[in-house]
């Protein structure tokens, strides 16, 4: 294995950094970072992917360069949280811009699995004399995506479960025959915590709650609160039982009408409105059909507590976001179990506070980096 030195570290580090500014726009697409680094350890060039369809990190981070700093580049180092693509996508591939320039050296943290790459902008830039070492903190990187590896290797999106509760575990304080239509949602967290909830929406491509939490709460899933791209919002409701008048299937502030799946729909060619899935059929292919219907790389499931529940049981989920709450309700709507086997995430905090709310963060026991990969 490559040594790493501590300059490769910090300019990967850095490059990670940079990527994870993009987290809230680019999806379905990776989030990437790049630095170009002189001779002299100078970072002559920075910049991410900063939303979808927008111009690749290492092209940012090239036209980034003062021009009285260009004659530095061939003898540069660059670092690239994600293997250069090889492919004409949206934009031309940064490999060729990559060997046009003939750098002296490419750090990669890791591979990008997308078939139409998968190795080939490393084995292009290796065939021009450059140096690429691979590996670089790349559990790091196959974290930071973990959405997209995730959903490349397993064809289904990445799941987040989320919830609010008391500190004695009750997500509403009306019990479950109190909760009546339009009755509106009883929030539990505060403010604070309605903005880092509206971060994680933002985090993912799509959002889904049950039939209950629709006509009771009806919620309007979006990320009203913070700068960032709204969720695709899914409703799911075999049972049909949520009216084609409701709220959620209208457009709103730009927002997509939420997308109906029962059981009685028949399914037809994307992209869709309303497709049929049956809970005979689990929610795997339910997820399936999320990534090939709408290209989902992740969802969040954002209740009820039945929906979650049923996620949980058929333990089809990989992370779990859950707020704590102070306040005892002694009663009320009970929140799900949660598993008794939970791994903490490989990196970054696993708790943190918004005002009074403490959010847990917590990953599937099943989990590992090496899962993720190809
Ligand atoms: C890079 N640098 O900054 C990113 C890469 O549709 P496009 O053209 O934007 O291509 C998206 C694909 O390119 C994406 O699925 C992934 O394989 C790669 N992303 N590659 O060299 C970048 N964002
Ligand atoms: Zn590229």
Redesign the pocket.
């Known amino acids: 294995m490559t040594p790493w030195s501590p300059h490769d570290l910090r300019y990967m580090k850095r490059a990670l950094e940079l990527a994870a500014r993009g987290s809230l726009f680019?999806r379905p697409?990776?989030q990437?970072g790049?630095v170009i680094v002189s001779p002299q350890n100078e970072i002559i060039g920075s910049g991410w992917?900063r939303s979808?369809?927008d111009r690749?990190?290492?092209v940012e981070a090239f036209e980034s360069i003062d021009p009285l700093k260009q004659h530095l580049l061939s003898k540069s180092t660059w670092y690239?949280t994600?293997?250069?693509?090889s492919?004409h996508?949206?934009?031309p591939p940064?490999a060729d811009l990559i060997c046009q320039i003939k750098p002296a050296r490419v750090v990669i943290a890791v591979e990008?699995p997308?078939p139409?790459?998968d190795g080939q902008?490393i084995h292009q830039m290796r065939e021009q004399g450059i140096q690429v070492d691979v590996g670089c903190l790349s559990d790091e990187a196959t974290w930071q995506n973990r959405r997209?590896f995730h959903t490349l290797k397993y064809k289904r999106p990445w799941v987040v479960l989320k919830w609010a509760e008391s500190m004695d575990g009750f997500m509403d304080p009306r019990k479950a025959e109190d909760r009546i239509p339009k009755s509106g949602g009883r929030a539990i967290t505060g403010q604070e915590a309605r903005l880092v909830t509206h971060r994680w929406r933002a985090s993912e491509m799509g959002i889904l709650v049950g039939a209950n939490t629709a006509l009771i709460d009806e919620p309007q899933l979006n990320v009203r609160h913070v700068d960032g791209r709204n969720p695709l919002r899914f409703i799911l409701d075999p049972n049909r039982r949520v009216p084609t008048n409701h709220p959620l299937f209208s457009s709103s502030d730009g927002q997509e009408p939420a997308i109906h799946i029962s059981s009685t729909h028949e399914i037809g060619s994307p992209p869709l409105s309303s497709w049929n899935w049956h809970p005979k059929e689990g929610l795997t292919a339910l997820l399936e059909r999320l990534n090939t219907h709408h290209q989902l790389d992740s969802i969040l499931i954002e209740g009820g507590a039945f929906t979650l529940q049923s996620f949980l049981d058929e333990d089809v989920w990989d992370e779990i976001k859950r707020w704590k709450n102070p306040s005892i309700l002694g009663k009320g709507l009970a929140s799900p179990t949660l598993p008794e086997e939970l791994t903490q995430p490989p990196f970054g905090p696993n708790h943190g506070f918004a005002g009074n709310d403490e959010w847990q963060q917590c990953i599937h026991p099943r989990f590992s980096i090496d899962h993720l990969r190809l």
């Open positions: 680019v697409n990776p990437v790049c992917h979808f369809g690749h990190a290492e690239v994600l293997e250069p693509c492919h996508g949206k934009t940064c990008d997308n139409s790459v902008g997209f």
